[in-house]
């Protein structure tokens, strides 16, 4: 899954025997091993009660410094990539929040989607004042490459077990439904 927000994860988890990873929760859980308080910049405000629910969701809740988020359309960070002033001035504002976030306990910045992660996340060891920014893009890809070893392995890809959410049909439900659907 390519969305941060990860709609349709678990649906899909549930649905396949293959690894399914979402881009925000690799990222999240990711940049817990990188410090212990995540500060989130959301692309626009109106995702920031979608991220809440994602904290929850995942139980990363004390894990959370805080979000943030820029006053941002996706034309603007298109714009960025091609415009070194439109870079600069989005850079600043992202700058500016992950700073707020660091005095609010934040020692890790996760950009909330793929746009602003490979705008300012692409340098080595890219951080502000020290608190590294998350590309989460090539964390996903990484993480991804990984599952698909671990699967060779024998590794399972999911819990199957009914409380988990992620419990394959049965032969029978599955055809039941392909005839009837």
């Known amino acids: 899954m390519n969305h941060f927000q990860d709609v349709g994860l678990y649906e ?10 979402g881009l925000g ?5 990711h940049a817990c091993i990188m410090g212990r308080k995540l500060g989130l910049i959301a692309i626009n405000p109106a995702f920031i009660p979608t991220h809440n629910e994602q904290i929850c969701r995942y139980g990363l809740q004390q894990r959370i410094a805080g979000i943030r988020a820029l006053e941002a359309n ?5 714009e960025a990539f091609a415009s070194p002033a439109k870079k600069s001035e989005l850079q600043a504002i992202f700058e500016r929040e992950a700073r707020r976030l660091i005095e609010d306990g934040a020692d890790v910045i996760v950009p909330t989607g793929g746009l602003p992660m490979m705008l300012f996340g692409t340098e080595p060891d890219v951080n502000v004042d020290g608190a ?3 590309n989460g893009v090539t964390v ?10 671990l699967k060779r392995l024998g590794v399972s ?7 988990s959410g992620f419990g394959l049909p049965s032969a ?4 039941e439904f392909l005839r009837h659907g």
């Open 140 to 149: 996903v890809i990484k993480a991804a490459e990984m599952a698909v070893k």
């Open 157 to 163: 890809v999911a819990s199957r077990i009914p409380q």
């Open 172 to 175: 029978q439900t599955l055809d």
């Open 25 to 29: 929760e690799a990222t999240l859980l």
């Open 12 to 21: 899909a988890r549930a649905a396949v025997k293959i690894p399914v990873l």
């Open 132 to 134: 590294p920014i998350v």
């Open 74 to 78: 996706i034309s603007d960070y298109m």
